[in-house]
DNA sequence: GGGGGTAAGTTTTTT
DNA sequence: ACTTACCCCC
């Protein structure tokens, strides 16, 4: 069993390369270990280069050693390199690996970051330039959605029918696309509050600017602006950043990469490391064609594929490589290794969910046996409800475990509550935060008391904080709030005057005590204040770590994670989506069902390019995998309370027989996977004709299993269904090709028309999108249903 | 202002 | 089936 060459492992650490490789000595060491692909995209420092980086093919090795080169040869410093990354985490990742390789110069490396915090630094430096001062708020999700509520308000409209989490969505999708009020097409505009949408976009615009705020997408779409209104200052970062460097480049929104492109087209010396393939994150608005239209925008681009894969064993490879293949908007990489084929890939059915936990329980105690570490194994589920039966059955069994992912630290309520205190202190004008610890705890100042401060911001446009300071010298409030609110804005000016004096965690933990907020928890009997009060106390244990409570705030806007550094032997448990970029020498994949992975709910708003998306991340849960691939699917799942039959996913059918191993789960008595009536709801307006529940999609794929077209071989569903004797055949049928193809069809309908659909009964169309139409139906509510179940009534 | 009852929504997740 | 959020009433 030779020891694997694992790519990722970081180069030893070799002191003085820098000097040496700059001096002229000999080639540096740190290219010796590459291969000549990844070798090319280390020394193509010229022009726009483009990686496709397969799963396990050393992408992050290249990045750094590519940051290392730029600097070992003198081509730039450290602070005239931009390398973009996602997320925090990677970031983080990054600039270790680079420290490894080039000792503490890394600490230069001022511009790696994610697309946001790098956006941020640019913003807060030209802040005036559009609209905002330096010290603006960047809001969260939570104070999104609040502020858009008082916006909808604002404009008398009924937050039933119209709730703000819609408008946050669609107003997240309009900033992923860089789209502006002004921009925003009418057809979509009309999709919220009947025409409305357009105008609380606008409205919304305005009210972060009156607030200094920034959501996250202003982040991005602000530097944009920023960058286009102002081309003297664009060109002075295009010619700052010599070398500009992007990692996961498939996960690129239009926004974001129209940001990159505006820096890039300076020098054009920018290097785009990504693999289609494991573009996962559609659902948020990544655009895979931004992989595509590289070449376009960077004419003569130098493309680099890296194909060899130094994680996965033979049969591992061969099972992802075949699954991928079935999708088709591929740039199209062949894997292939060196390696040992290793074991198969093993595809285990089970009874129901929970012997599924049990087995795979078994398997890790067999694995524990053998010396195995805990923290080379993980369970990777598709949605995180998954994770519980899992966590219950480790519990009984004593299998340590650590689930990544589940709410998060700065999420809590507590934790929020306390950091818009320390808002509020420090920026001023923060009246989301005002109006969330106002009455936190009961002081009294109930919401007519709020709006009379409320209404008097808005009229004199300052913020909540100083309409308070004239309120109180009137007489327009009774004599307790007013008194009330004098104690609470005397407070925070106070608390505000020892910002420079005080070291800001005491002064925190002052302030929490003062405005009695940790006597409300301790006065809490509930099961968790407890625990709450523990958190507090974290919090105010971990913003030691900064230099002052500015910068603290600026980085858990930025970084809603909280630091976690645990180091015992657990497995792990997170969701496919949570694995992207990790791996680990066995990786379980349960849940491989039809209605659970892929997910229906990628299939219905997604069509095609969900299935597609939805195959991508089976493909990365199995890439995943060093050692050991074991699937799972069970016959009986338990969806919102509700058993269901299920049967296993198209997924398992698409995979190589000859690297694939079906095991059954000992003594299960499983076997049967007949639909007895019921369960299917979800094809239900898919299957007008049919009765029979034998009719659903997911059953005749199963009767067909095996002779798709393009899947190479049998599919294991027979194996497992026992042969197959369906009734008729008819052609495979996904929701998602009859929407996919629905795009670009003129329909026959017209808005305001009534119509009849065969689930939901009458109804008016209010929108047509293709033939998609969104109808008001009389009891059934606002919809989405295809054209084709609908007749004019 | 607090508590209880009802209604709605339950994929993935960063920033 | 279950949670969470909101509304209304006390």
Partial sequence: MPPRDSQDAPTPRAGGIAARAQAGAAPARYLAGLNPEQRRAVEALDGPVLVLAGAGTGKTRVLTTRIAHIIATGRARTQEILSVTFTNKAAREMKHRIAMLIGDVAEGMQWLGTFHSISTKLLRRHAELVGLRSDFTILDTDDQIRLMKQVIRAENIDEKRWPARQLAFLIDGWKNRALTPEKVSAGEAASFAGGKGQKLYAAYQERLKTLNACDFGDLLMETIRLFQDNPDILKSYQDRFRYILVDEYQDTNVAQYLWLRLLAQGRRNVCCVGDDDQSIYGWRGAEVDNILRFEHDFPGATVIKLERNYRSTGHILASA??????????????????????????????????????????????????????NEIAILVRASFQMREFEERFVTVGIPYRVIGGPRFYERAEIRDALAYFRCVCQPADDLAFERIVNVPKRGLGDATINVVHEYARGQQIPMIQAVRFIVETEELKPKPRQTLRELVDSIARWASMLDTTPHHELCETILEESGYTAMWKADRSADAAGRLENLKELIRSMQDFENLRAFLEHISLVMEAASGEAEDRVTIMTLHGAKGLEFETVFLPGWEEGLFPHPRALDEQGRAGLEEERRLAYVGITRAKRRAKLYFASNRRIHGMWNATIPSRFVDELPEANVEVTEGAGSGFGGYGRQGGGASRFDQMQPFGASSYNTPGWQRAQKAGTRPGSTGGGFGEAFRGGSAGPQRQPLLIEGELLAKSTGVVSSFTVGARIFHVKFGYGEVSAIDGNKLTVDFDKAGRKMVLESFVQVA
């Fill in 321 to 374: 490589s075949h699954l991928i293949a079935n999708n088709e908007g591929r740039l199209g990489k062949t894997l292939f290794t060196d390696g040992e084929s290793g074991e198969k890939v093993t595809v285990t059915g089970s009874w129901d969910s929970e012997e599924e936990a049990r087995l795979v329980a078994e398997e890790i105690e067999q694995l524990q046996r053998k010396n195995h570490s805990l």
